[in-house]
């Protein structure tokens, strides 16, 4: 984790103006009914239908208090390496983004999603709002999450919003309890379709002595890796 960071006082005038323009940002594109059929030029991801536009995909972004929970943890902890798989129209990776440069952090964060056009959309978004902290993965979060986390150093914080089936959610959390750092957050949002499935795949995981401190915070799944494998 990196220490140095900004007043409190910017701080503060920094996340408002950041929760202000990404709420905006988002209106803009809920209201956008542009079909992501129209850009020929980049493939679809096996979730995406050609029915969809930029404001029905956008619609499937976390609400804001999610979001700004988000903010905060990444405020408080100052993760440096931060994942976020499942990007959708990149608002998690937005909220994560700006407030790893809000708190001062020469960080990044890597967003994944089996979607090319959805990576695209929100590498538009990521533009627009001056984020230039964020780099983008294109793949199954089962099969090529690995591949990733092996190219790169150990993570600090991962949301975790895809995959959300027992089998996914048991599989990605073997991959990223591997590859975290001591103090590591993840963060599993959970999917209501997908809720009496990962029950047991969550008892699992808080009796996993790896996995630290599991605990919920509302909806969400919290594993804090304090010293996963007694490294200082
Ligand atoms: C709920 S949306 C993510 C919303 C985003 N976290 C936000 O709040 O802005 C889920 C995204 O995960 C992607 N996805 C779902 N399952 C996946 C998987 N197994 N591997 C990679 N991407 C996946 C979908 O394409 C979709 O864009």
Redesign the pocket.
């Known amino acids: 984790m990196a220490t140095a960071g900004p007043t409190k006082r910017q701080t503060t005038r920094e996340a408002r103006s950041d929760f202000e323009q990404l709420a905006a940002a988002k209106a803009a594109l809920l209201a956008d009914h542009t079909p992501i059929a129209e850009d020929s030029s980049t493939c679809f991801?096996?979730?995406?239908k050609s029915t969809d536009t930029i404001g029905s995909?956008a619609r499937?972004?976390?609400p804001y208090h999610?979001?700004q929970v988000f903010y905060t943890l990444t405020l408080m902890l100052r993760p440096a390496r931060i994942l976020?798989?499942?990007?959708?129209?990149?608002?998690?990776?937005a909220y994560l983004a700006a407030a790893q440069a809000c708190a001062g952090v020469d960080g990044t964060v890597t967003t994944?999603?089996?979607?090319p056009v959805?990576l695209k959309i929100a590498q538009r978004l990521h533009a627009s709002v001056g984020l230039e902290n964020v780099r983008y993965a294109s793949?199954?979060?089962?099969q090529?999450l690995q591949r990733e986390l092996a190219l790169n150093d150990r993570f600090d914080m991962a949301?975790v919003?895809?995959?959300?089936g027992r089998k996914?959610f048991l599989t990605i959390y073997e991959y990223l309890i591997e590859a975290a750092n001591p103090g590591a957050l993840i963060i599993f949002?959970p999917?209501a379709r997908h809720t009496g499935e990962i029950a047991k795949a969550w008892d699992k995981i808080k009796a996993d002595e790896r996995s630290g401190c599991a605990t919920q915070l509302g909806d969400l799944k919290l594993v804090y890796c304090y010293d996963a494998f007694g490294r200082t």
Not at 45 to 48: E, K, M, Q, R
Not at 161 to 164: E, K, N, Q, T, Y
């Open positions: 991801g096996p979730y995406d995909i499937q972004s976390q999610v979001q976020d798989l499942g990007t959708a129209v990149g608002m998690s990776s994944l999603d089996a979607s959805r793949g199954m979060a089962e090529d949301v919003d895809a995959a959300h996914g949002v999917d």
